[in-house]
């Protein structure tokens, strides 16, 4: 594989103390061993490639999902478990600009229509997830964004043709929400879940459907001959007649060649708590089970977990090395400490981080891959993947098979284009945070 960050990155290292990891066992799966010939290969093992194998085996196809590491290894078992509207980091002006209102607005469904399927799923197969919170709760980090949002709520009511809830400043810890913050919009569409109680799930139910799931099965090789996709890998070959790409932030330059210089890693780092007792959750006047996230670009996220716990993430981090990663953790820290000063001194055992994967459009991706007959992928959900890469699955599997029950929008379809500076693009980053640490103060 040929991979744009350090090793480190890709290694054990930062999902040491992954809290999601303790709360349930996934099997761990045998690697592909052999020559094996089916309809439909994926490669990644995580909600996006899980979704597209489960829909294909229920429809009869044959598939079979390699994965290098395991399954959920990467962004989808070590998210904050946020299934929330989202998928585009794009503003929609510019999309609006770009791609016309009719496409905005069905692009906007669509990420309801996300949230939705995997409410779907949820029911259909009585996962059970630990899921909590009603809706999302957006809070302004400064008067100015607090003046903006009564405005988002109407815009929000125009869109989607639900009521949203505006929380003044003097009212957040009478909601539960007691922090230092200007105001709060909660918005009455998604809810949280444990994404690793969820993967698992998943992974079952597609295995159960039909569909074989390899791990430890590295890509080196991806060629096509006679019409067929030849996938190499360290201990044997799978051969189909069509591809899925869905490795997202994970992502490799030659696997294949055509997703070189179209996705941009970018870190995301969370930290869990011990358990809170009532009285300490009190004296935060943080007693909600809402899951939250600020109004910075480089934001925070933060929910209280159904077992008192506390979880709390942010973006940002610019490299990817050891060293780097002992430095979030302790900017992460402070952060907390700075965000809930009520809680500095509380113990937080669970510290790992990950890749969410841009565009650079700052649009998500889901489709056939231009001028390669048979090759399929998904990915650039900017930090909302578990609702949007799950849907995205979906989307990939009736372009797959036919169809158009599923609303797939023109701005999803659109092919990614390049970022500048080939294998050395994330140096584009260090202005970019400059710029967003300047708007966000």
């Known amino acids: 594989m040929t991979r ?65 590491k395991q399954v959920g290894w990467g962004a989808s078992g070590r998210n904050g478990g946020f299934c929330c509207l989202g998928g585009a980091k794009a503003s929609h002006t510019s999309l609006r600009k770009r791609f016309g209102q009719e496409a905005l607005s069905d692009y906007l469904q669509t990420e309801r229509a996300a949230v ?26 400064n008067p100015r964004v607090a003046a903006t949002l009564p405005a988002e709520a109407a815009e929000f009511e125009r869109t989607y043709g639900l009521k949203s809830q505006v ?59 006679a019409g067929r996709w030849q996938l190499r890998t360290p201990q044997g070959n799978l051969s189909a007649k069509k591809l899925v790409i869905a490795t997202n932030g994970y992502s490799s330059e030659h696997i294949p060649a055509w997703l070189a210089g179209r996705y941009l890693p970018a870190q995301s780092s969370v930290i869990v708590t011990r358990v809170l007792t009532k009285s300490e959750q009190q004296m ?38 050891h060293r780097a990663h002992s430095a979030i953790k302790q900017q992460i820290k402070q952060d907390f400490a700075r965000l809930f000063p009520a809680w500095a001194a509380v113990e937080t055992p669970h510290f790992w981080s990950g890749f969410v994967c841009y565009s650079r459009a700052l649009t998500p991706f889901a489709g056939a891959v231009p001028g390669a007959k048979g090759l399929y992928a998904a990915f650039a959900y ?60």
């Open 382 to 441: 900017h930090g909302n993947g578990l609702a949007m890469g799950s849907y995205a699955g979906a989307l990939l599997t009736q372009d797959i098979l036919g169809g158009c029950a599923l609303r797939h929008p023109d701005i999803m379809r659109a092919t990614p284009g390049r970022f500048p500076l080939g294998r050395a693009r994330r140096l584009l980053m260090y202005p970019a945070y400059l710029f967003y640490k300047l708007k966000d103060l």
């Open 284 to 321: 935060q006047n943080w007693t909600s089970t809402q899951m939250a996230y600020d109004s910075r670009n480089l934001l925070h996220y933060f929910r209280l977990l159904p077992d008192g716990r506390f979880l709390f993430g942010m973006r940002g981090g610019l490299a990817t090395t």
């Open 167 to 225: 929380i003044d400043a003097s009212d957040l810890a009478g909601h539960g929400l007691g922090t230092t913050f200007c105001g709060a919009l909660t918005l009455p569409i998604g809810f949280a879940l444990n994404p690793r109680k969820y993967l698992k799930g998943l992974a079952d139910a597609a295995e159960a459907a039909g569909a074989e799931v390899y791990c430890d099965t590295k890509v080196s090789e991806i060629t096509q001959v």
């Open 4 to 68: 744009i960050c350090d090793p480190f990155a890709y290694g054990e290292g930062p999902l040491e103390s992954c809290f999601w990891a303790e709360t349930v066992s996934i099997q761990n799966r045998l690697p592909l061993s052999g020559h094996a010939e089916r309809e439909v290969a994926v490669v990644g093992a995580g909600v996006t490639g899980l979704n597209t194998a489960l829909r294909l085996a229920q429809a009869g196809v044959s598939v079979a999902v390699v994965d290098a």
């Open 116 to 141: 939705d399927h995997v409410e779907q799923l949820l029911s259909q197969h009585a996962w059970q997830v630990d899921r909590h919170s009603k809706g999302e709760t957006l809070l302004a980090h």
